[in-house]
């Protein structure tokens, strides 16, 4: 039901920035929460950062102070401005959205990545 395109991933060197999109669509309304994942090869998906519908925000220690992400519910838009970049952040990057059903249970979907690679 509900459809994710991610935007904005590449190469950059250490210390540099980029920002990643990622636009929901189908039955947005019944969203929740939008957040960033992340697997570098070889190592289990990591939660990056996740916002509510409401803006409470959570961040992963390791990008805590050098990422941001943040929402525009009117557009189920999700960002994530990643400053300061460092080779241990290179990863695939998904987007990811949880809600609620009629039956008051929990989904999940998910985006097909975008490859973000920071080198030295």
């Known amino acids: 039901q509900v459809q994710l395109v991610e935007s904005g991933g590449g190469l950059v060197q250490a210390g540099e920035s980029l920002r990643l999109s990622c636009a929901a669509s189908g039955s947005t309304f019944s969203i929740t929460t939008m957040g960033w994942y992340r697997q570098a090869p070889g190592k289990q998906r990591e939660l990056v950062a996740t916002?509510?519908?409401?803006?409470?925000?959570n961040y992963a220690d390791s990008v805590k102070g050098r990422f941001t992400i943040s929402r525009d519910n009117a557009k189920n838009t999700v960002h994530l401005q990643m400053n300061s970049l460092k080779p241990e952040d290179t990863a695939v990057y998904y987007c990811?959205?949880?809600?609620?059903?009629?039956?008051?249970?929990?989904?999940?979907?998910w985006g097909r990545g975008t490859q973000v690679t920071v080198s030295s």
């Open positions: 990811n959205v949880q809600g609620l059903r009629p039956s008051q249970t929990t989904y999940d979907y």
């Open positions: 916002i509510t519908i409401g803006g409470s925000t």
